[in-house]
């Protein structure tokens, strides 16, 4: 069978013209996907997946069974949290939010330490922002912090730089702190050290006001002044220099606005499919983005995040899903998860996480074996059609009956 | 050899000098060209082998080492280092024949055409599919680089 | 001899795809022990490209192979993001809100073979 003009859910471009080939069970062939997303896709034909998709304290069991352990534990948890989806559809998020109002749960997401700050500062307006096909009016690319050709392959070719037939080419410019492929192709190049981003920030806008500052930041400003609508794509170099406080760079919109007289649009280099999807959604419902507790009311607050929950070990029951704490957070953090805390994990995969935990879901893979909606990181909403038939329930399924069950 | 694309005068510098002729081209220069388009191979230049052209000999074996075979050359004389590209597809967007063929973001263009484009990405890595489509095959043949000229990580080359 | 360095990790495609295919953990390993330096700060600690050196911070320490980056500037690592250099990040709150990934100060020293 072949299918085509899947979307893919490598990166959270989520490139909606692949087409696969499949023969049985097994995907032969990839087109159009980029070397991660082709990675991506061809890992659902893993061995590992032929398994029953279900592990409980470490035995293959069925889906019934493990539903009743996850569903007593989170029912005995005093404080459970609910960690992850960032690779889960919309449906599926909605479900888990709703189960976290049940348990009076604290959730987070991977946002907290990525690019929560920014989809919030976009959600509530402080900063401005443009969807992909608007970019066609852009004449500077910005990317400051990333390098999206090892990030998210195909955003320059598919979605910001090449699509478009502008009356001029846009301008490609990057701000990083490495010698990266896209910097060696840009003609103005910025160079950072390490955490000098504040800096050359701060100077960008004494050039702006006083006309006096690095020959970077001065440089940059001209580059500015030759452009219309320029685009900033903030991506985890600028994201972690600022360590996650973006009033300066809000700042620095606002006077390149105000006496520049320039209208600059930012857009978030999301890592995860559908991080901005929980965002959304948790936006919509309790108007913040993420670290979020559900115990009293609706609270935020940077004690809710997942980073300071598993540091001071205030749950003491976590569900997991579609992320791998144990390999993306520090060691020494992840050390925590370890002291009596329960694990409940959904993922498609078998990762250090789910080695761990006491119940393990082998969850549906979206894009490919469950369909749904998910946000792009320009907000755009992307249907997902899946091409394969799977006896695996998927996240939303799962968590739809963990609902039930508490 | 670190730098992505291959220039012919770097080449040069690290081959003797000598214009002996007998790789069986008139000039030191004429080989370089040749290595490049895979013509000749780095064992026809007989002084290249000895002991002080060693350190030149280990820059040029990383960049020609391997052994090539004839099909690893399409017909338009790509040669895809498979090992480098990350499938980007920056080249077919530099190409006006991948252009042509290239969905734009949803809702605004028709989707890939695959009798178009002279390259594709097909398992993260480019491919040729239409060889003859490319400029370089046209009928007269047409000067162009640009899908090697913009590849960000060498991956792609015109050898002929 | 021992430098001091500062560790920027990035993303690298070649290493993140390896990743996701079956059968190659040792390839991923290799990618992500990785680490590119200034050629200057090579020659302070008199070693070559290959070379094994050993980078330590309170969180412990691991061993990673050197790659010279003439592009790098001198007291600065690049290393690809994964779970072995997570041995070293931290997250402090009094430091800083988010984790040192892009940022972390380390101690470099020649690793006797
Ligand atoms: S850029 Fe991202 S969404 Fe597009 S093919 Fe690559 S991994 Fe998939
Ligand atoms: S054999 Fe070697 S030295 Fe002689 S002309 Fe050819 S390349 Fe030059
Ligand atoms: S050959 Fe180069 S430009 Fe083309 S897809 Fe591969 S890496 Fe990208
Ligand atoms: S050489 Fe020119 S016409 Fe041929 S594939 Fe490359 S860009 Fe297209």
Redesign the pocket.
Known sequence: MSYKNLV????S???DD?GVEQEGDVITRVEN??R??AA?IYAHNINERRNPPCLVKGERGDLTEALDTATQLLRQAKKPLIFGLDNSTLEAQARAIELSRTLGATIDDCSSFCQGTVVENILTGTLPSCSFPQLKEADLLVYWGSNPYHS????IS?FAYYPFERAKPAGLSCVDVRDTELSRRCRHAFRLLPGEDRDFIISILTVIKEDSGREDARAFVELLKKSQFPIIFVGLGLTYALDGDFSLFQQLIETIKNILGIGLAVIPMACHTNMRGLNHLLYQQTGHVNKISFANGISHGPQFSFLEQVRNQEADCILIVGTDPYSSLPASLAKNLNRGISLITLDPYITPTSMHSTVVFGGAISGIEAGGRVVRMDGTEVTLSPIKETDRPSDEEIISRLLEGV | MTQERINPLQIYQLLPCTDCKACGCETCLAFAFELISREKTLADCPDLQKEEFSSSMELLKEYFGEELEEADIAESGHLIKQEKCVGCGDCIMVCSLGRRSRVRPRGEMPAFTESVSVLQVIDGIIHVVNPYRCKRKADPPEYCRACAMRCPFGALELVR | MKIKLVIVTYRDAYQWAIRQTEGSEANYQELSSQISMAPTDLETLAISEGDMIRLSDSMGAIVMKVKADANCPPGVGFVPVSSYINKLTEYDPVKAQLPNFKRIEVIAEVVEA
């Open positions: 893919c859910t490598g990166c471009c989520l490139c692949i996907a980029c991660k997303g991506f998210h392959p195909r955003h598919r």
